[in-house]
């Protein structure tokens, strides 16, 4: 925290707007500086002031990385060219026939890394539904060093218990990492919970306006955070300096957003459930949602993602995403505007084949913060239209 700032507990508000980015000390500036430099002087041979080469650190990062610290209550922050450059410099920690327990709806991108570019590396993984105690401890093996949790999961808005998590962890020698992606800090911070490290693709909620990649990681545990700046540093997964400036400049609404987001999809999930040509609908803020009462427990509020499975099969879902105009149809998500997809045939089309079953007849939204009555037309007139 900036020496300016009081000497008391800020809330979180408060906390995204000034973390890691006190005025600058030269200029005055209130808006963090892009340092877009590559390199450093140095007064004498190594004498530096905190920064040699942008690889290695860059100020505009460090700034991010000590606001992300400060959001999920860490130690440590690291900053990454993207999620995925986060999630592979973190496995890339592991050893030849180490193990990963991951959730069985694992986001699509961790999945294809774990299945056809690391596994030639030696490293083993298992799915499970990490909903079920039963379900992880028979997943997990002597050599199993990380329990992988989402949480809610992707596209299924699964909740699994973190601390029932962690404590499986602990019990093994392992790690649990969970992605935050979906919730975000406002709404749920997994360290608070018992997990060991947290990862995100700030691409997100986090960056909120669909203008940047980047991807963020959190921990307390002092040699987990050496490790994976020391492979940062040496396979150069870093993100410019923009990128960190446009997330710094996203997390400072991160909290106003969260709510709209979550008001909005709790309307869209309502409206759903009541909808005839609606089958199912995948949202933990419905109450009869299976993963109401932990996401009660571990989140503020249930966030912006819903799925819902549509009558009328793969034709129905194919015909629904293409006659919205407001949610428009695209992959991603996290961003101020309402987009629609269809997992089966995009976000999670690598998984065809594997044991991660996605129906085709399954819609995703990410709920923007637009006027509700217009994402609830927007949808009316699609039911209408197919
Ligand atoms: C998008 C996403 C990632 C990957 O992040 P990128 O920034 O796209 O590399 C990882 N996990 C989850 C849950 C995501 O939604």
Known sequence: MPANLPDRDLGFETRAIHAGQPPDPT???VIPPVYLTS??????????????????????????????????????????????????????????????????????????????????YGIAFTLADMTR???????????????????????????????????????????????????SPYIQRPLEHGAHIVVHSATKYLG???????????????????????????????????DCFLVLRGIKTLAVRMREHSANAQQVAEYLEAHPAVERVYFPGLASDPGYEVARRQMRLPGGMLSFTIRGGEDAARRFVSCTRLFTLAESLGGVESLIEHPGAMTHASLAGSSIEIGADLIRLSVGIESADDLLQDLDEAFSAI
């Open 208 to 242: 909120g306006h669909s203008d940047v990649v980047l991807g963020l990681l959190v921990t307390n545990d002092d040699a987990v955070q050496q490790h994976v700046a020391f492979n940062q540093n040496s396979v150069g997964a870093v993100p410019g300096p923009l």
């Open 27 to 29: 200029t005055g500036s």
């Open 133 to 183: 105690p039963d379900a992880v401890e028979a997943a997990i093996t002597p050599e199993t060093k990380m329990l992988w949790a989402e949480t809610p999961t992707n596209p299924l808005m699964k909740v699994l218990d973190i601390g029932m998590l962690a404590e499986r962890a602990e019990a093994h020698g392992a790690h649990l990492v969970v992605d935050n992606t979906f919730a």
């Open 39 to 120: 390199t450093y002087a140095q007064e004498q041979v190594g004498l530096t002031k905190g920064f040699e080469y942008s690889r290695t650190g860059n100020p505009t990062r460090t700034m991010l990385e000590e606001n992300i610290a400060s959001l999920e209550g860490g130690a440590h922050g690291l900053a990454f060219a993207s999620g995925m450059a986060a999630i592979t410099t973190l496995l890339l920690t592991l050893k030849p026939s180490d193990h990963i327990v991951l959730g069985d709806d694992v986001y699509g991108g961790t999945y294809r890394l774990l299945d056809r570019t690391l596994r030639q």
